[in-house]
């Protein structure tokens, strides 16, 4: 079985930074993309960042320049440097991977239970 663990939410005045760490454990040949999602009150989840196997790195438009995805693959983590943070931002934070169990299967979708960060004004 895969889990995934975040680690690192909490409470931070706006204008503060965080770091989110997800670890990733289980049966796993690769995981070929994490990402993290939030989700506020009220909201929908969105796609916060994406790192693929090989670093390449996507945000949405509301955290560009501010959030900075990383992973490193020999310990099955990625993280989520969160800078310049704002009222916003909180939310639950989700990470997300996309893995494989061996390298005869297809990727299977895995979620984090999920992480809250809030930003006091």
């Known amino acids: 079985q895969v889990q995934l663990v975040e680690s690192g939410g909490g409470l931070v005045q706006a204008g503060g930074s965080l770091r989110l760490s997800c670890v990733a454990s289980?049966?796993?040949?690769?995981?070929?993309?994490m990402a993290w999602y939030r989700q506020a009150p009220g909201k929908q989840r969105e796609v916060v960042a994406i790192?693929?196997?090989?670093?390449?790195?996507n945000y949405a438009d509301s955290v560009k320049g501010r959030f900075t995805i990383s992973r490193d693959n020999a310990k099955n983590t990625a993280y989520l440097q969160m800078n310049s943070l704002k009222f916003e931002d909180t939310a639950v934070y989700y990470c997300?991977?996309?893995?494989?169990?061996?390298?005869?299967?297809?990727?299977?979708?895995?979620w984090g239970q999920g992480t809250q960060v809030t930003v006091s004004s």
């Open positions: 997300y991977a996309l893995i494989r169990a061996t390298m005869r299967v297809s990727g299977v979708d895995y």
């Open positions: 289980g049966s796993i040949f690769s995981i070929n993309v």
């Open positions: 790192v693929t196997e090989g670093g390449s790195a």
